[in-house]
């Protein structure tokens, strides 16, 4: 007599295999950008550690940082202050193959053209994996250009800033291999407005300063050197903060708490206070903004990678389940209607991922000294801010449904994406700020307007409706009374024509055609799936990666794998 094993009630059918085992760099979008942008040269290394971000082992560590939150220990057994923040050692994995591959300050140490290029192209493929440690990380990278106004400073910490050693604990940071760096800007009463920040710095006869305040928002607080913002008697200064001081004691730096956040649960976001706190001023006194604008100007650059990442995330997720999953006989990818969402998200990741490279690129230029580069970037990184991270929680919020209810399970991932989402768009300049950051650099800049007008003529007549688009817009850019009333409405063009003229001059005409016709056009619903019948479906399909990857997983009685963009 035979007896079925005890709980086998069913064989598990038509589940997709996990998505592991693949290149995530093997995206052609990402791979033309990278070219175009010029880091071409790169290519080889963006593979290697997209094999390493598509590895089962990189997708436990992200898991785990996100599943053992990190731990405040404000004070040690016998009552001292201590205020340190324990990390699963997942974290320290991602971190340290993020400082490893150069994702931190390391490509302000390398002279070669595309170097900025080539880290957000790493970027990117990295925070796939996991977006909580990309934080530090952005912050570590971006406090290079604002420490520079500093000369002593920086001659002192940029070497180990730049440094591809992640070297984490609270030491004295000139003995350490590697540093890594945070910023404090945000307090209780406001963060958007810092000129309302109330703490406040005293001059020292030995030419440091101390601070005495509060900070509401500051990430990563084990980072070991911060910007931090306050008053001094010349006006809001800013300042060098580090988390122990150079003959080796504990500065002053009381974690009162970390927050309790909706996603990025991998990072702390801590509420610092300063108590006679030791600081050096950076730049000049009075000049905070002006000072610290060089650090917000690259973490807004990451904001922009990290959501068009999150996007292509999720993009990727919908597409593999899809590919596997059938549904009334057939395979959801070969529904008209699920074709129609999942191009509509590709269309919508794609222009993500060319406005980010773009940028990049501009940033790359910038620094090697071209003007107009660095005058577009003022304009694309306000615009792509705004755009990029506020497409984001809508876009990843359609491909969790792609999924069905596996997508709203956590052991699907796809929840941390959906988690995140909306975090991009709030730090650094939330929505309505960045939206007014646009029209500052249009009022201030004619030479921001020049150059975004030259980088739209570059496609002119590739596609009439862009050229349409263009035309209504640029009337438009005449700032009037009522502009900041209009300002969101005016961002979103501004961002769609710099997207399509982008996409028109280097994306398969199927791509170009179905953006141009739906998002500037006008051919298209509220909701992503609402692209018209003329798309050419498979030509944009098949620019999705997820739809071509070939995993080491086997289907658990999933599909055959053949090809669906077909
Ligand atoms: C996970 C996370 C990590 C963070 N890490 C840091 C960090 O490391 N360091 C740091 O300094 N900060 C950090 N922040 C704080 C973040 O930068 C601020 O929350 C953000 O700048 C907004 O400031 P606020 O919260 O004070 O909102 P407010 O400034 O009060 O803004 C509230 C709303 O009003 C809008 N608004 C503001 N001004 C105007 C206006 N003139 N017209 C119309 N609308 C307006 C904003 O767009 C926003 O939607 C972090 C935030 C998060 C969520």
Redesign the pocket.
Known sequence: MTTQPIGRTHEVTNQAPPLVGHDVAEDAALLEGLRREGADWYAEDLHRLGRLAGSAQAQRWAEEANRQEPELRTHDRYGNRIDEVDFHPSYHALMDVAVREGLAGAPWAQHKPGTHVARAAGFMVWASVEQGHG?PIS?TYAVVPALRAAPALAEQYEPLLTSRVYDPGLRAPLGKRGLLA??????K??????RANTTVAAAQPDGSWRLRGH??????PMNDLFLV?AQAPGGLSCFLVPRVLPDGQRNTFLIQRL?D????RS?A?SEPEFDDTVAWLVGAEGQGVRTIIEMVTMTRLDCILGSASGTRAALNQAAHHVRYRAAFGSRLIDKPLMRNVIADLALESEAATALALRAAGAADRALRGDDAERALLRLATAVGKYWVCKRQPAAVAEALECLGGNGYDEASGMPRLYREAP?NG?????????A?DVLRALARGPESLAAFRAEIAAAQGGDARLDAAWRRLESDLVLTDDA?LRARRLVERMALVLQGSLLVRYAPSAVADAFCGSRLAGDHGLAFGTLPGGVDFAGVLERVPALCWETTASPFGGGDGADAAG
Do not use: H, P, R, Y
């Open positions: 934080c912050m945070g910023m404090g800007m945000t307090e009463q406001g963060g958007s407005d810092v900070k509401w928002f500051t990430s990563a913002l927050k956040k909706l996603g990025n990072n976001s975090l709030i730090w650094e300049g939330s929505g309505n700020v960045n007014l900041e």
